[in-house]
T-cell receptor, first 112, second 113 residues
Framework: EAQVTQNPRYLITVTGKKLTVTCSQN?????MSWYRQDPGLGLRQIYY???????DKGDVPEGYKVSRKEKRNFPLILESPSPNQTSLYFC???????????FGSGTRLTVV | AQSVTQPDIHITVSEGASLELRCNYS??????LFWYVQSPGQGLQLLLK??????LVQGIKGFEAEFKRSQSSFNLRKPSVHWSDAAEYFC???????????FGTGTRLKVLA
């Protein structure tokens, strides 16, 4: 089944403890992206990647890092999480701009 | 700068009634436009998309949308709503040449039995 898989689905952590949210797609898509969803703000793009080793900042990149060493994986790294990063995070992939994104099921992160 | 506006935060319709969700965008060139649906606890699913050609596009689950350049709008419609359509709907625009999607803030649809 074609899908984008994120792990974990739920995560509670403490301020400052580094964490990684994994994202993997099995559709051989070139393009991948991370979004965060907050009430009343819709989805905001954190980072995106147009291919292996090619990444760029979205609208809200502060406090996040990404890497794209393999085509299928695009992990999101929070080096020192803070409470304002409590949010619902989505990974997405696309074969082309016209195709739209396929989204993962989301990771609900709480930073206390 | 690109932007997307969904004027209605909440909409309530009765099952079987028609539906129209509004989306207005701001973008200099012809944008790529999308509608997504998010059911509770789920990710977003692509309903339909427009990038060129026929301005009336058909999507999944009986939805359609019409691109109106003169009004900078891309409204989503369905002739007869089903209870399972209750969800949150997002309009999005893709800036040409990039993968920077701009999403609206969403419209939450409630369906009355």
């Amino acid at each position: 089944e074609a899908q984008v898989t994120q792990n974990p689905r739920y995560l509670i952590t403490v301020t400052g403890k580094k964490l990684t949210v994994t994202c993997s797609q099995n559709m051989n898509h070139e393009y991948m992206s991370w979004y965060r969803q907050d009430p009343g703000l819709g989805l905001r793009q954190i980072y995106y990647s147009m291919n292996v080793e090619v990444t760029d900042k979205g609208d809200v990149p502060e406090g996040y890092k990404v890497s794209r060493k393999e085509k299928r994986n695009f992990p999101l790294i929070l080096e020192s999480p803070s409470p304002n990063q409590t949010s619902l995070y989505f990974c997405a992939s696309s074969q082309g701009q016209r195709g739209g994104y396929t989204f993962g099921s989301g990771t609900r992160l709480t930073v206390v | 700068a690109q932007s997307v506006t969904q004027p209605d935060i909440h909409i309530t319709v009765s099952e079987g009634a028609s539906l129209e969700l509004r989306c207005n965008y701001s973008y200099g060139a012809t944008p790529y436009l999308f509608w997504y649906v998010q059911s509770p606890g789920q990710g977003l699913q692509l309903l339909l998309k427009y990038f060129s050609g026929d301005t009336l596009v058909q999507g999944i689950k009986g939805f359609e949308a019409e691109f109106k350049r003169s009004q900078s709008s891309f409204n989503l419609r369905k002739p007869s709503v089903h209870w399972s359509d209750a969800a949150e709907y997002f309009c999005a625009v893709a800036a040409g040449g990039t993968y920077k999607y701009i999403f609206g803030t969403g419209t939450r649809l409630k369906v009355l039995a």
